[in-house]
């Protein structure tokens, strides 16, 4: 595998469900992020993490709790959804600093019915 | 604060045309780094080119090439003799340096290019 991989896909989800997604990275970077990207609306930076720390937290509903277990995988916990939270949740990584380019996973196509 | 515009939302030209996707940005950092993003339908948002703020030169690869002018804030982005292929959604960006690699995104232009 090359590059950022996220699974699965595509997720169905009923609003009481509690599912994950998942993020890995193979290109040794140290900071990981999650963007929720809605229709007709901007990328939103959801979290990031730097070294294994979270360090930023964009006033993300507590229904969707990260997991940063290592500086290569990073997880988005999700719980009790909402309808408005169907979108394609974007995984990327980048070294940490603000001079590198984020690498982006292809996403995860998220319906909550 | 940091912000992104394209205010072009979707443009549609014909093949071979030439295309030009306009970026503004606003911040009040004198070191900051700007992007360039390609989504095609498929999802995944493609690298570009990043470009540092004492970088004023302008650079081509291939069909593309990008204009940076600091006196007017802009960061276009020009594709020359389009193909269906550049069919996508572009996105500019904007990262402060001293946080964390934040990135700020503008809204995207949606490019459809007809053969």
């Known amino acids: 595998e090359t590059g950022v991989t996220q699974t699965p896909r595509h997720l169905v989800m009923g609003m009481t469900n509690k599912k994950s997604l998942k993020c890995e990275q193979h290109?040794?970077?140290?900071?990981m992020y999650w963007y929720k990207q809605s229709a007709k609306k901007p990328l939103e930076l959801m979290f990031v993490?730097?070294?294994?720390?979270?360090?930023e937290n964009n006033s993300v509903p507590s229904r969707f709790s990260p997991e940063c277990p290592n500086s290569s995988h990073l997880f988005l916990h999700l719980h009790t959804l909402q309808p408005e939270d169907s979108a394609l949740y974007l995984c990327?990584?980048?070294?940490?600093?603000?001079?590198?380019?984020?690498?982006f996973g292809p996403g995860t196509r998220l319906t909550v019915t | 604060a940091q912000k992104v515009t394209q205010a072009q939302t979707e443009i549609s030209v014909v093949e071979k045309e030439d295309v030009t996707l306009d970026c503004v940005y606003e911040t009040r950092d004198t070191t900051y780094y700007l992007f360039w993003y390609k989504q095609p339908p498929s999802g995944e948002l493609v690298f570009l080119i990043r470009r540092n703020s004492f970088d004023e030169q302008n650079e081509i690869s291939g069909r593309y090439s990008w204009n940076f002018q600091k006196s007017t804030s802009s960061f276009n982005f020009t594709i020359t003799a389009s193909q269906v292929v550049d069919s996508a959604v572009y996105f500019c960006a904007l990262s402060e340096v001293y946080n964390f690699n934040k990135f700020y995104f503008g809204s995207g232009t949606k490019l459809n290019v007809k053969p």
């Open positions: 990327a990584s980048s070294e940490t600093g603000g001079s590198g380019e984020q690498y």
């Open positions: 993490y730097s070294l294994e720390e979270r360090v």
């Open positions: 290109l040794g970077h140290n900071a």
